[in-house]
């Protein structure tokens, strides 16, 4: 065997990679321009820039946000190509912090939370008096998932032509609940002054005319409706989430009719927290107390309130007891 010397002209280098060290020091990306996401499909996220519904832009999440989820409602900021053109693509590179969030899972024993939409101010709870009938237990489970999330609840009732609206909305006197009506025939002028300058959800089960609701208050929407089916259910029209702009200012979420309602990522606290003059009073209950009062929990602090406050704890206990029941 020949042996020879070997210097640095024999060390290959494999195409295609560089020498330069690697780092994980990313861009602040101070140029960033603040949009909120609007639409959400398959990987791409509609963002209104600045808010302005005209400005719009398609973006991508950036690779340093990993799997940081990103819906409807989120702030966030973007960089890239922003001219809004066919085609062109921006990126998401950071998300802001959340003022209120709508939750929910699938149902009471799954511990996996999903985001129905960030930083809402106000859920439009849409229930239809008739076809298909009310149901008293979505509406305690919406109540319970806005004032855990920070959110304020709005109970708005269609259909008015098929069934009087007070029976029902009288359930729910007792938690100073707003209460408006949207049946066909229903002037829209109390709606439209709850909604104006506040980003507002609505929420409702197929079929009660979420989607009928939304063309009403902005006509350009189109979205798509159906006919309740012969067994009482609703067909789902609405696949994606998405924010409308309200030529008055503020926008609305429609979101996809849901089936199931699920609070296994709620905690009596976090209901009771949601009344002032509640929380103040259960400072004083024993550790672990659940609010329920007598037999469960005898020394609940909530036994002590009178008048309207006491109205108002016997209001909270009734929506403790749907959390009682997963």
Known sequence: MIHREYDESDVRVRPGRGSRPRTKIRPDHADAQEAMVVTVDRGRWGCALGGDPNRRVTAMRARELGRTPIVVGDQVGVVGDLSGKPDTLARIVRRGERRTVLRRTADDTDPTERVIVANADQLLIVVALADPPPRTGLVERALIAAYAGGVTPILCLTKTDLAPPEPFAAQFADLDLTVVTAGRGDPLDDVEALLVDKVTVLLGHSGVGKSTLVNRLVP???????EVTHIGRGRHTST?????????????IDTPGIRSFGLAHIEPDDVVLAFSDLAEAVKECPRGCGHMGPPADPECALDTLSGPAAGRA????????VLRER
């Open 240 to 252: 994606q989430s998405v924010a409308l702009p309200l030529s008055r200012g503020g926008w609305v």
């Open 314 to 321: 016997a209001a909270a206990r009734r929506l403790l007891a």
């Open 220 to 226: 350009e929407a189109e979205r798509a409706t159906a």
